[in-house]
Each structure stands twice: as C-alpha cells, then as structure tokens.
Nanobody
Framework: QGQLVESGGGLVQAGGSLRLSCLAS????????MGWFRQAPGKEREFVAA????????VYASSVKGRFTISRDNARNTVYLQMDSLKPEDTAVYYC??????????????????WGQGTQVTVSS
C-alpha cells in the first residue's frame, strides 16, 4: 500500500506565494514519477507538474511554467510544489499523486495509482 499526505494550502492574494508539501510512504516511495494535479470547481482535474524520485527530470504544464517549481527531498520522502506569482485562476484543490509504471504520459491522470486527499489553494484578486 502507499499513502500520500498533502499540506500547505491556504488563502493568498494574487501575486503571492505558497508551498505545498506531499509526504509519501509505502509503495509510493518506489514510484516512477510523482506529480501534482489540480481541480477547480466545475472543471476536470488537470496536470500541474511532475518529477522523478532519483533522476533530475521535471515536467510542467504550460500554464504554470516559470511560476511553479516542483522539487523533492528524498531524505524526508517529500515532494514540494513552490507556487509563485499566483493568479486567481490557480484557485483549485491540489492533489499529489504517484505513478508506478514507466509507461504512459506524465500529464495523464489516469496513469497515476495513488492520490492524496487534496489541499485547497485559494487566490484572491
């Protein structure tokens, strides 16, 4: 079994910053890829960013590239999402996820096997 626990969400003004954390345990520690997704009310879940535990390889959605940074701390079994220059359209529930298989695209939510409970990020204008 694997478990992912997110933290760090909250309310911030436009232009501000937040850092989300995802603590991984169990099988998720051997995942091929870790990702962040988000889902706004009335919208589908969308890819934000992804990385690999033991290789310097990151992928970003075009909507967040240059503003968000995904990183990891292997000693702490934690993946982070640093979000800068936040916009009201970044408002969503943010989910951490792990992808066990090497196959499939990093931005495809259906390829991810374990999900956290989500953390709310609200950006006010």
């Amino acid at each position: 079994q694997g478990q992912l626990v997110e933290s760090g969400g909250g309310l911030v003004q436009a232009g501000g910053s937040l850092r989300l954390s995802c603590l991984a345990s169990g099988r998720t520690l051997s995942a091929f890829r870790m990702g962040w997704f988000r889902q706004a009310p009335g919208k589908e879940r969308e890819f934000v960013a992804a990385l690999r535990w033991n290789v310097d390889s990151t992928v970003y959605a075009s909507s967040v590239k240059g503003r968000f940074t995904i990183s990891r701390d292997n000693a702490r079994n934690t993946v982070y999402l640093q979000m800068d220059s936040l916009k009201p359209e970044d408002t969503a529930v943010y989910y951490c996820a792990s992808k066990m298989s090497i196959s499939g695209a990093p931005y495809d939510a259906s390829q991810y096997n374990y999900w956290g409970q989500g953390t709310q990020v609200t950006v006010s204008s």
